[in-house]
Nanobody
């Protein structure tokens, strides 16, 4: 199983980026998809998750109202639209495939992708 993440880059505060994640080697529509991030010196942080059919979405408190997770099962791709970016959003973003949950963890990943760097300058 491989999860290919793309779309990271550098942007000024207030700008937008869209991350994409395309898994291979698994049945995409059977998995919840999610995004996590890790900034230098900080713990890994949950960002967003979406269940298998897109009917349920979950967000970390720090990104609510600014980030939107979505998926297109016909294209085997999950997306993270990031708007109103802030310098504190700077991190390596990782996509994951697994099971979503309505608890404090929101998602239990089975597979991880390689990270994509997002850098937001002030």
């Amino acid at each position: 199983v491989q999860l290919q993440a793309s779309g990271g880059g550098s942007v000024q505060a207030g700008g937008s980026l869209r991350l994409s994640c395309t898994p291979s080697g698994l049945t995409f529509s059977s998995y919840g998809m999610g995004w996590f991030r890790k900034a230098p010196g900080k713990e890994r942080e949950f960002v967003a998750a979406i269940n298998w059919n897109g009917g349920k979405k979950y967000y970390g408190d720090s990104v609510k109202g600014r980030f939107t997770i979505s998926r297109d099962n016909a294209k085997n791709t999950a997306y993270l639209q990031m708007n109103s970016l802030r310098p504190e959003d700077t991190a390596v973003y990782y996509c994951a495939a697994g099971t979503t949950a309505q608890d404090q963890y929101f998602m239990y990943p089975n597979y991880w992708g390689q990270g994509t760097q997002v850098t937001v300058s002030s």
